[in-house]
């Protein structure tokens, strides 16, 4: 079963509209983090919001905020106000708390991806 | 400037023709690993290194080799390089969680 699951390939929406990006997660470890990462099309990957399994409100990041569910396994990116630069592909991610020789593992594991286009 | 550099950020080799990526971070972060990129599997982790002398394998390490001698720097090698190694490469390290990129690294085999 995959650990990240990002269900929309592709997304449009009009500009300065409000948009959510989906993402659940599978994990039965009682410690994790989730991440959302942007690549646009030059190729790097830009770090936009994190949310750790125990923190009690929903993180937020200027017009990122991420809608977690936790009975739901879900953590959705929302972005406010879209802009015509937030075009670009979104990556959901988790770490989860595994320990391995003492220490605790950073490994991450990634969707396949979701591709936002802002239409002006 | 604190951040994550590759090199060479393109490459073109040929199949067998042994290769190395380079990977250096400023950060002082314990944790760095190696991650690849291909159309519609999003990125799938090959190596990973908690400190310096510790690495271990991630999700895909086959036809891969990296070496953790100092902290700042964790180098992926490609000892044969095969066509099926034509990816998207990125570095990245790691405070708390947080990880941070590399430019990535583009590499064609023929």
């Known amino acids: 079963a995959q650990k990240i699951t990002q269900t929309q390939p592709g997304m449009f929406v009009q500009e300065k509209e409000a948009v959510t990006l989906d993402c659940t997660y599978d994990t039965s470890d009682p410690s994790y983090g989730l991440f959302w990462y942007k690549q646009p099309s030059s190729g790097e990957m830009i770090f936009l919001i994190y949310?750790?399994?125990?923190?009690?409100q929903n993180a937020t990041e200027g017009r990122y905020s991420l809608n977690f569910q936790k009975a739901r396994k879900s953590a959705n990116l929302v972005i406010s106000a879209s802009q015509l630069g937030d075009s670009a592909m979104y990556f959901c991610a988790m770490r989860e708390g595994k320990v391995r020789s003492g220490a605790g593992s950073y490994q991450l594991t990634f969707g396949k991806g979701t591709k936002l286009s802002v239409i002006p | 400037e604190a951040q994550v550099t590759q090199n060479p950020r393109y490459l073109i080799t040929v199949t067998g023709k042994k290769l190395t990526v380079t990977c250096s971070q400023n950060?002082?972060?314990?944790?760095m690993s190696w991650y690849r990129q291909d159309p519609g599997l999003g990125l799938r982790q090959i190596y990973y290194s908690m400190n310096v002398e510790v690495t271990d394998k991630g999700d895909v390490p086959e036809g891969y080799k990296v070496s953790r001698k100092e902290k700042r720097n964790f180098p992926l090698i490609l000892e044969s390089p095969s066509p099926n190694q034509t990816s998207l490469y990125f570095c990245?390290?790691?405070?708390?969680?947080?990880?941070?990129f590399g430019p990535g690294t583009r590499l064609t085999v023929t």
């Open positions: 950060m002082n972060h314990e944790y």
């Open positions: 990245a390290s790691s405070l708390q969680g947080k990880q941070y």
């Open positions: 949310q750790g399994s125990y923190d009690q």
